[in-house]
């Protein structure tokens, strides 16, 4: 079946380092692929979204790029801040007309230190 | 705004309560789902809906139940035959088709204790 792998957490980095979280899939189909992001005690926002290979997602300096080929979709950003500090989730959709059609990473938590 | 409300935002239960989570949505999405999540860990699928009327178990659907009557609605109730409610529950909805990029929204949640 769809499964997504996360690098496992917890991350702490110091404010305006990189920050990269790893995260690979595999898929029966086509999916989309999927960033979302969870501060403390809140739900999840989409943070970022690609739907086909070699599409690069981004918002708020965050990015990642659909690698069919190494089956990657891994989260960067060039400079992190301390309200960064959230719960960060890959996911895949499988757009096959059933509502069953996401699946989720584990979560990777990021703290990031003044 | 559009978006998806869940309420109350947080709950208590008694041993042996049963309790009942809203979520509302008015972004015209005609999937509907409800998922757990435990403290430090990942989202778990608990039911999900397709279609009005109409809604199938999730990986951990006992203890649990829900109802589709409206498109807009999708309550979950906690009975008392889940063992183990304390727990974080996520609402989400989206909308269903071959077409990629199908994002799935999600509500803010609800803190459920028992006491």
């Known amino acids: 079946g769809d499964s997504v792998t996360q690098m496992e957490g917890p991350v702490t980095l110091s404010e305006e380092a990189f920050l990269t979280i790893n995260c690979t899939y595999t898929a029966t189909g086509y999916p989309s692929l999927f960033w979302y992001v969870q501060y403390p005690g809140e739900g999840l926002q989409l943070l970022l979204k690609a739907t086909k290979a070699d599409d690069k997602g981004s918002n708020k300096g965050f990015e990642a790029t659909y690698r069919k080929e190494t089956t990657s979709f891994h989260l960067e950003k060039g400079s992190v801040q301390v309200s960064d500090s959230a719960v960060y989730f890959c996911?895949?959709?499988?757009?096959?007309?059933?509502?069953?059609?996401?699946?989720f990473g584990s979560g990777t938590q990021l703290t990031v230190l003044p | 705004d559009g978006g998806i409300t869940q309420s109350p935002k947080y709950l208590f239960r008694k041993e042996g309560q049963n309790v009942t989570l809203s979520c509302e949505q008015n972004?015209?999405?005609?999937?509907m789902y409800w998922y757990r999540q435990d403290p430090g860990q990942g989202l778990r699928l608990i039911y999900y809906?397709?279609?009005?009327?109409?809604?199938q178990k999730g990986d951990i659907a006992e203890g649990y139940s829900v109802s589709r009557e409206k498109k807009e609605s999708f309550p979950l109730t906690v009975t008392s035959a889940q063992k183990n409610p304390t727990a974080f529950y996520l609402c989400?909805?989206?909308?269903?088709?071959?077409?990629?990029?199908?994002?799935?929204?999600f509500g803010e949640g609800s803190w459920l204790t028992v006491v």
């Open positions: 809906s397709q279609i009005v009327n109409d809604f």
């Open positions: 972004l015209n999405h005609d999937a």
């Open positions: 996911a895949l959709v499988i757009s096959s007309g059933s509502a069953r059609q996401l699946t």
């Open positions: 989400a909805s989206s909308i269903v088709g071959r077409a990629s990029g199908n994002t799935i929204y």
